[in-house]
C-alpha cells in the first residue's frame, strides 16, 4: 500500500508545486489568513472529503476514513506568512508588498493538501482515520494550536506527526530528535525612565541610555554565570529604543527580546533572574523601570517510542537518503502543544535548494527550498501514517494470538 501511496504522490508533484506557487503569491499574516483558509477548504470541499473551517480561528480540519477500523493520525502544516518584503526573482514572488513565506508554510501546506487526496484515492483499501490540521497563526504568540485544541482538532487522535521543511540542510535528510528539539520563546519588554536633560549637563540627569547599555551587559551574565552550563539557553536584546536630539540625554528607553530554554525550572529561574538584574541595574544608574515577561510556546518534547517509529518510517522513503539526530533549535514552533496532549514526533526535512553552498535562513528576504523536498516530506508522513495503522494491526493480532 505504501508503494500505491509514494506513486500516487508522485503523479501529483506538479500540482504540489503548483499549490505552493499559489500560495506563496497570494501570503496571508498570522490570524488573517481569511483567502489561505477559504483555499484549502475548497479543495477538499472539491475532493468530497470531509472539512470543517473556523477551526480556533482560522484553522482547517479535514479527515479522511479508510474502510476499515484502525487507529486516527493526524498530520499538520501551517499557513501562515511573514511580514517581510520578498526579494526572490522568481516567476512565483508575492504579489503582496512587505507579506512573505519565507518559513516554508507553503510547502508544509501544499504537501498536505496533496497527501490527504491521495490518502483518500486509497480510502477503500485503508483502514482508520486520517486528520488533517491545517493550522492558521504558527509564527505569532499566542499562536494558533492552542485554539484549534481548544476547539476539538486533536479529538480522538491518537498519535500526530509533524514536519518543517529545513533549508539549511541537504534535499534528501531528515532530522529527529527524542525528546526537546526546539526550545521555549519567550518575549520580555524593559521600559527604562530615567531623567533627561541637555546632553552638555549629564550631571543633572540620569541617562537611560547608559542604564540601558549596562543592563544589555548585565543580563548577558544570567545565562554565562547563573545558568548551569549543560543547560542550554539564550536571553537576547534584538532592539534598543531610546530616540532623541544628538545634544539630548535621554530620559527613557525601551528594551524587547527573547528568552529560549528547554527546561520549564530554567525558564522559570531566567525569568526571576532577569527581574533581579534590572532592579539591580537600576538602582545603580537611578531609573526606574517596567518589566514584562510574556511566556510564548513551550519547547517541542518529541515521545521517545513515536520518534523511534518515524525513524524507521523515513527509512522507507526512497529519496531520503540520510536519517540523522540532530541538535536541538533554538527556534519555538506551537507544535509543542499537540505534544502535551498526544503522542507524537515533529521532525526536519531538509529543503536546500540546488546549486546553493549556504541557503538564505529562515525569514530571510530571499528565502526559498528545494521544492523537491515537500515530496519527501508527504511521503515521509504519509509512510508514518500508514505504517502507524499496520503497527496497529499486527499488535491486535499478536494479542489475539496470546
Known amino acids: 500500500m505504501l508503494d500505491l501511496l509514494f506513486k500516487k504522490l508522485e503523479g501529483s508533484y506538479e500540482e504540489m508545486v503548483a499549490i505552493r506557487r499559489h500560495l506563496h503569491q497570494h501570503p496571508e499574516l498570522s490570524f488573517q489568513e481569511v483567502n489561505t483558509a477559504n483555499y484549502i477548504k475548497s479543495y477538499y470541499e472539491t475532493l468530497g472529503i470531509e472539512v470543517r473551517g473556523d477551526v480556533g480561528g482560522n484553522g482547517v ?22 511580514p517581510i518584503q520578498d526579494e526572490k526573482d522568481v516567476p512565483y514572488k508575492s504579489l503582496v508588498p512587505g507579506v512573505m513565506h519565507a518559513c516554508g508554510h507553503d510547502g ?3 504537501g498536505l493538501l496533496v497527501l490527504a487526496k491521495a490518502l483518500h484515492d486509497l ?21 494558533g494550536a492552542i485554539s484549534m485544541i481548544e476547539d476539538g482538532c486533536l479529538d480522538g487522535t491518537d498519535v500526530i506527526f509533524g514536519t518543517h521543511l529545513w533549508a539549511s540542510e541537504p534535499t534528501g535528510t531528515i532530522q529527529y530528535r527524542t525528546g526537546p528539539i526546539m526550545a521555549a520563546a519567550d518575549r520580555f519588554t524593559i521600559t527604562l525612565q530615567g531623567q533627561g536633560g541637555h546632553g552638555a549637563q549629564p550631571h543633572k540627569t540620569k541617562d537611560a541610555i547608559v542604564a540601558g547599555s549596562q543592563l544589555v551587559i548585565n543580563l548577558q ?12 539557553a539564550v536571553v537576547t536584546v534584538g532592539s534598543f529604543v531610546a530616540d532623541n536630539a544628538f545634544n539630548v540625554i535621554a530620559d527613557k528607553a525601551n528594551l524587547v527580546g527573547t528568552v529560549r530554554t528547554f527546561n520549564e525550572q530554567t ?24 518589566y514584562l515577561y510574556d511566556r510564548g510556546y513551550p519547547a517541542v518534547v518529541n515521545h521517545p517510542e513515536e520518534t523511534d517509529f518515524l525513524i524507521q518510517c523515513a527509512a522507507k522513503v526512497p529519496e531520503v537518503e540520510k536519517v540523522e539526530e540532530t541538535e536541538p533549535q533554538m527556534g519555538g514552533e506551537d507544535f509543542a502543544y499537540y505534544l502535551q496532549h498526544v503522542k507524537g ?13 549556504v541557503a538564505y535562513p529562515h525569514h530571510h528576504p530571499k528565502f526559498d527550498f528545494d521544492e ?5 516530506a508527504a511521503k515521509t508522513l504519509g509512510s508514518a501514517a ?12 499478536k494479542l489475539e494470538v496470546n
Not at 514526533?345 to 553552498?357: E, I, L, R, V
Open 61 to 82: 480540519v479535514a479527515k479522511v476514513y479508510g474502510s476499515k477500523p484502525g487507529k486516527t493520525v493526524a498530520l499538520r502544516a501551517d499557513f501562515d506568512a511573514l
Open 108 to 110: 508544509h501546506t501544499a
Open 267 to 290: 525558564r522559570d529561574f531566567i525569568e526571576e533572574e532577569m527581574e533581579k538584574v534590572i532592579h539591580g541595574t537600576c538602582l545603580a544608574t537611578g531609573c526606574t523601570y517596567d
Open 386 to 397: 500508514l505504517n502507524y495503522q499496520d503497527a496497529f494491526e499486527m499488535a491486535a493480532k
Open 345 to 357: 514526533t515533529f521532525f526536519f526535512t531538509g529543503a536546500k535548494p540546488p546549486g546553493n553552498d
Open 221 to 232: 551574565q544570567i545565562v554565562s554565570r547563573r545558568v548551569n552550563p549543560v543547560d542550554s
Open 123 to 143: 480510502r477503500e483499501h485503508l483502514q482508520g482515520t486520517y486528520v488533517m490540521i491545517h493550522q492558521h497563526a504558527e509564527e505569532y504568540a499566542p499562536g
Open 372 to 376: 523537491k523536498a515537500m515530496l519527501i
